[in-house]
């Protein structure tokens, strides 16, 4: 783990402590639908049903917290538009662009050792 590696870490960056802020973040984005809205926003500005229609199986209610999390953390920028309904789009800010390099690996990892996995997932049983 990248902790170990790096030495005099301040508390609030270490991720072995439980109260510190780099594990409030690590677990705030290391979600399912957080990854997904990351990827599907990729270097795009999409609307709210846009991005529900683009991360399939999400409801309303975790794509409205996901959202507002992800704007919280600064990864998301979100932009309102002054207009009757009024039109609100999203896209990643230059932090969020950085972390979805990781999540472009964590997607390729997964494609590189799906079958592995499915395979692993045989043997083990129901």
């Known amino acids: 783990m990248v902790t170990k590696q790096i030495r005099d870490l301040p508390e609030n960056a270490d991720l072995r402590r439980a109260d510190s802020l780099a594990r409030e973040i690590f677990s705030d984005v290391a979600n399912k639908w957080a990854l997904l809205i990351i990827e599907a926003l990729g270097e795009r500005t999409l609307r709210f049903s846009e991005l529900r229609d683009e991360v399939e199986g ?14 919280r953390n600064g990864l998301v920028d979100r932009k309102v538009h002054p207009t009757v309904p009024p039109k609100v789009e999203y896209t990643l800010t230059e932090p969020g662009r950085a972390l979805r390099a990781t999540v472009d690996a964590i997607c390729g990892w997964t494609h590189q050792y799906l079958g592995h996995i499915e395979a692993a997932r045989g043997r083990f049983g129901p």
């Open 58 to 71: 999400v409801s309303h209610k975790m794509l409205t917290q996901n959202l507002r999390m992800l704007e």
